[in-house]
């Protein structure tokens, strides 16, 4: 069964500091995602990795950054967190199809950070 | 543009009525789409996916490309489908696009 953690579940961090949030997923897959998970927006896509050491810019990138230096992690970093983003950040993980389309993503449990 | 539209963000129906749950899309090529859902407390999870053809907890849904629709539907709603509802699209093999999610509240 896909397995796949996240460092935390609850964060409250101050205006201003870094943030590091962790996504850990066991089933050896290629493709890592981080979403934002905001009420009345759905999902939206922050930045996602198809190999380690590889990044694309998702649909709303700006104040975030992303780190893979291992398959099985994919770390979002706020460099300097602000208030807007504030949110439920959710991680998922999906295995690189052979042409045949995407595979289903597996998502963590969730990070509701709170920046005060 | 790629787009998935849920026009309800919130639906509620008494259990035992026919529940529907909208998703409309915007997409040049063939489309591939999927339903995702959160209950309460829990991670989101994949429902089902319209090339698998399948009927997950009582719930189908087909693709329509005439209509370019592809919503969910159930018989006979239950109370343990109270939850959150996301319409999504593959674009390009590997990314989805998320439509804003219909929470449906199913009322004893």
């Known amino acids: 069964d896909v397995k796949v953690t996240q460092s935390s579940r609850y964060l409250v961090k101050r205006t201003g500091e870094k943030v590091f949030l962790e996504c850990v997923q066991d089933?050896?897959?290629?493709?890592m995602f981080w979403y934002r998970q905001d009420p009345g927006l759905g999902l939206r896509l922050i930045y996602f990795?198809?190999?380690?050491?590889?990044?694309e810019k998702g649909d709303i990138p700006e104040g975030y950054s992303v780190s893979r230096e291992k398959k099985e992690r994919f770390s979002l970093i706020l460099e300097s967190a602000s208030t807007n983003q504030t949110s439920m950040y959710l991680c998922?993980?999906?295995?690189?199809?052979?042409?045949?389309?995407?595979?289903?993503?597996?998502f963590g449990p969730g990070t509701r950070l709170t920046v005060l | 543009a790629q787009r998935v539209t849920q026009p309800e963000k919130l639906l509620s129906v008494f259990k035992g009525a026919p529940v529907e749950l909208k998703c409309n899309y915007s997409?040049?090529?063939?489309?591939?789409l999927f339903w995702y859902v959160q209950y309460s407390r829990q991670r989101l999870q994949l429902l089902l996916r319209?090339?698998?053809?399948?009927s997950i907890k009582g719930f189908t849904a087909d693709l329509n490309k005439g209509e370019t629709s592809f919503h969910l539907k159930k018989p006979f709603a239950q109370e343990e489908d109270s939850a959150m509802y996301y319409c999504?699209?593959?674009?390009?093999?590997?990314?989805?696009?998320w439509g804003a999610g219909t929470k449906l509240i199913i009322k004893p």
């Open positions: 999504a699209l593959n674009f390009n093999g590997y990314q989805l696009i």
């Open positions: 997409y040049s090529g063939s489309p591939e």
């Open positions: 319209h090339i698998s053809r399948e």
């Open positions: 089933m050896d897959h290629e493709n």
């Open positions: 990795s198809y190999d380690v050491k590889m990044k």
């Open positions: 998922a993980s999906s295995k690189s199809g052979q042409g045949r389309g995407t595979d289903t993503q597996y």
